[in-house]
């Protein structure tokens, strides 16, 4: 009797494990079915200008961080601006599109059968508020570079080569928020120098762009 009723315990023992080991297996297979009916998200954004130079380093010194800010205006460094107001639109036009040109992806924004660089205007307007206050409204202002049926700003002449330029840092003022950076602006075949100051604002890692101006 005693025999007959281990050998009923056991075969419930194992009845019972073989069941908790089925729904362990079907709760894995639920749980892998689940994962794999999940949407892969993936991100679609449109081409903007990213400067790696305006990225914190702690490999990169003071200097070294001031005259990356100073080469990534570029062009705009070739007339003084109180604010970014006194840049025309015709001007953030063409740095932007010296911008796409270093990037070498200047084919994305070709029209076949159409001469020139055609930017679209909600991609062209976020880029330069990101670094500049200024109202879409003004940027419209120009008809010259904003075609306003086919919302795109376009450059009206070809990119020719800049002036070859040089900077050499005299001093980086930090306060606050507030960044002057001093430095000599030279333009290298005409042999002429110039003391600039170039002022920005640094927030929470972006940047803007508040005035540049002869130090005299």
Known sequence: MKRKFLILLLAVYLC?????????????????????????????????????????S????????????????????LSEWESPGDISPMNF???????IQNLSI???????GRDGLFFPDEEFE??????????????RSDPNVY??????YRIPAALTPLAETSYDITDVNCNGS???IEFSFNLVEKKLAKEMILTLEKVDGDIQFLSYSSKS
């Open 16 to 56: 019972l494990s073989a069941c908790s080991l089925q729904s362990t297996n079907d709760d894995n297979e639920i749980a892998d079915s689940k994962s794999s009916s999940q949407p892969t998200v993936q991100s679609s954004q449109s081409p903007e200008i990213s400067n790696p130079y305006l990225e914190e």
């Open 58 to 77: 702690d490999n990169v010194s003071l200097d070294e961080t001031a005259r990356e800010y100073i080469e990534f205006l570029d062009s705009l460094l």
């Open 93 to 99: 036009v063409m740095w932007y599109g010296y911008q």
């Open 106 to 112: 200047m084919e994305n924004y070709r029209i076949d």
């Open 126 to 139: 976020a880029e330069i508020k990101k670094y500049f206050d200024v109202s879409i409204e003004y940027l």
């Open 147 to 152: 075609l306003k049926d086919e919302h795109f």
């Open 178 to 180: 507030i960044i002057k």
